[in-house]
């Protein structure tokens, strides 16, 4: 069972920025598409950003564009997020999710595998 771990979350002021892991163990995450979500209190969870399996294609949500940057290295088996010019409402949790049935150059529909969730907290 692919287990997902997301780590770098935290507290930042407006305008700071940080950096999102998302990792497994035993596990290659090389053939698998990846989504990063978030969910704030009272609120749906939200598709952030997604990158295909051969990290040729990326998608961002309009509220993250210019703001957020999806990577891979697959040599490490981690996904990263970067998250600049941070703003209160960009406070959530934020998941990644890992799907192995898109193709090398499409993000998945849907997601079979996620982690527990990291806290971004956007306050001065």
């Known amino acids: 069972q692919l287990q997902l771990v997301e780590s770098g979350g935290g507290l930042v002021q407006p305008g700071g920025s940080l950096r999102l892991s998302c990792g497994t163990s035993?596990?290659?995450?090389?053939?698998?598409?990846i989504g990063w979500f978030r969910q704030a209190p009272g609120k749906e969870r939200e598709r952030v950003s997604c990158?295909?399996?051969?990290?040729?294609?990326?998608d961002y949500a309009e509220s993250v564009k210019g703001r957020f940057t999806i990577s891979r290295d697959n040599t490490k088996n981690t996904v990263y997020l970067q998250l600049n010019n941070l703003k209160p409402e960009d406070t959530a949790v934020y998941y990644c999710?890992?799907?192995?049935?898109?193709?090398?150059?499409?993000?998945?529909?849907?997601?079979?595998?996620w982690g527990q969730g990291t806290q971004v907290t956007v306050s001065s």
């Open positions: 990158i295909s399996s051969s990290a040729g294609f990326t």
């Open positions: 035993g596990f290659t995450l090389n053939y698998y598409g």
């Open positions: 999710a890992a799907d192995p049935r898109s193709g090398p150059y499409t993000c998945p529909y849907e997601y079979l595998y």
